[in-house]
């Protein structure tokens, strides 16, 4: 090998960091661990398609829209297709939901609780519509144990699905940028993996991340500043003022890739309500819960303003919700200026 070529002294794959995980669990039987394979193999597939996107026939649009009147674009239902089979030959995974998909879809019907534990939720491409344009974009996900005492109390299959952030078993993101990493937590600490394409592996990058009490960036799209709450235009304005820094703008367009940005270097990502939205843009249920359980493990906060993200209990599967995440320091201004406001 080049002696300019950095290789560590070990290599520890996705795979064998969630099977050391579950070894601190005695009772863990194993099933858990295969169905986070599902999601990995699937981020491979994924990753491979979004690098060859100007090159195989899946840029542009699908020639129709979503359940929420948004234009569908190829790789979003490509994508979208590649996590549902993956998760479907896992075995153990009851439901799944998706930005994708008007209503829940039951994809096991197994004979024991065992075969139909978990429920799956995701946003399959997020950010799909800067794909033609070579912006990062990535899929968000987070998972579930089924509760078969909320379906007893509805005819609705995705009552089930309808949980509070609180009781996720794991959530993660993976960005496809310019290396393609997946980020996820169980609960005990936020890890990072970056795909390394040579061997078909994600090796981990780093563990236990956490997020700067303070960050240098806000990121929000200001084209509809005019229209946010006074408290986060005030936010804002001080955000310009030598008091503050001041601080520097930055905005993808991607989730995720926002997130991402801010969960290594701190800082403010604002997706406030505004007149057009006044329920805020971003889906509860599979955009702000993952990220707002990632967010909080990593030693940052999520809220829509007045609730913490991961407190709400959704009510359709794609409820809508302004989402404010970021560091301690940042979050904490925030809320003075929605105070002074209220």
């Known amino acids: 090998m ?10 520890v794959t996705i795979q064998e960091h969630i099977i050391n995980e579950q070894r601190q669990h005695p009772a863990a039987t194993g099933g858990f661990s295969w169905l986070l394979s599902g999601i990995t193999l699937a981020a491979r597939i994924i990753s491979a398609n979004v690098r060859r996107a100007g090159i195989i026939d899946v840029l542009g649009d699908a020639g129709a829209a979503n359940v929420h009147g948004e234009q ?10 590649t996590i549902e089979l993956c998760l479907g030959y896992r075995g153990n995974v009851a439901m799944i939901a998706s930005e994708e998909l008007d209503e829940a879809k039951v994809i096991t019907r197994g004979e024991t609780e065992e075969d139909r534990k978990y429920i799956v939720v995701f946003d399959p491409l997020d950010g799909s ?4 344009v070579n912006v990062s974009v990535g899929t968000i996900f987070s998972i579930f144990q089924r509760d078969p005492a909320l379906a007893k109390k509805s005819d609705d299959q995705a009552a089930e699905i309808l ?3 609180i009781k996720q078993l794991a959530a993660g993101y993976i960005v496809y940028g310019s290396s393609t990493v997946l980020v996820y937590t169980t609960g005990e600490g936020v890890h990072m993996f970056t795909l390394d394409p040579s061997v078909g592996a994600f090796i981990l990058h780093s563990e236990d991340i956490r997020m700067p009490e303070k960050g240098k960036s806000y990121s929000v799209n200001e084209g509809n500043a005019n229209s946010f709450p006074r408290a986060v235009q005030k936010f ?3 955000c310009k003022t030598e008091e503050a820094g001041p601080y520097s703008a930055r905005y993808i ?3 995720v890739a926002d997130f991402h940005r801010t969960l290594l270097k701190g800082g403010i990502f604002l997706y406030p309500a505004t007149a057009k939205s006044p329920n805020g843009k971003l889906r509860l249920l599979y955009e702000a819960n993952p990220i707002a359980f990632l967010a909080e493990q990593a030693g940052g906060e999520a809220t829509d303003g007045q609730t913490r993200i991961l407190e709400k209990t959704p009510k359709s599967l794609h409820e809508r919700t302004p989402l404010f995440v970021g560091s301690k320091q940042e979050m904490e201004r925030l809320r003075r200026f929605i105070r002074d406001e209220a």
């Open 236 to 238: 804002l304005e001080w």
């Open 2 to 11: 080049s002696d300019n070529v950095a290789t560590p002294n070990r290599f």
């Open 163 to 165: 949980q509070p952030g």
């Open 129 to 132: 519509s800067n794909i033609d």
């Open 253 to 255: 367009g991607s989730l």
């Open 72 to 81: 569908q674009q190829k790789l979003d239902l490509l994508a979208n297709k």
